[in-house]
């Protein structure tokens, strides 16, 4: 099995930021993908911004230019800086992973629990 943590949420002002960090651990053999989805309120959940083991960076365009991810492929984390922060970036943010479990020997999504960001105007 693989879990996510995340950490790094919180309450802040409109125009501030904050450091989102997830890592993964247990049974992994390897990691294709990591990422963020966010739920906001009455929406559905909606991809963020992801990372390849290559490196490979993608963004909703509601957050280009504000957030940036990044990945450690050794310690197995993704960390997403958010800067210029909006009310309407309030929601719970989720930890995505693809990965592949050594035990069963499969590619399968993982999530973490999720973590609050609330932007006050």
């Known amino acids: 099995q693989v879990q996510l943590v995340e950490s790094g949420g919180g309450l802040v002002q409109a125009g501030g930021s904050l450091r989102l960090s997830c890592t993964a651990s247990?049974?992994?053999?390897?990691?294709?993908?990591m990422g963020w989805y966010r739920q906001s309120p009455g929406k559905q959940r909606e991809a963020v911004a992801s990372v390849t083991a290559g490196v490979s960076t993608n963004y909703a365009d509601s957050v280009k230019g504000r957030f940036t991810i990044s990945r450690d492929n050794a310690k197995n984390t993704v960390s997403m800086q958010m800067s210029s922060l909006k009310p309407e970036d309030t929601g719970v943010y989720y930890c995505n992973t693809v990965a592949l479990d050594k035990v069963g020997g499969r590619w399968a999504d993982y999530w973490g629990q999720g973590t609050q960001v609330t932007v006050s105007s």
């Open positions: 247990g049974s992994i053999f390897s990691i294709r993908i």
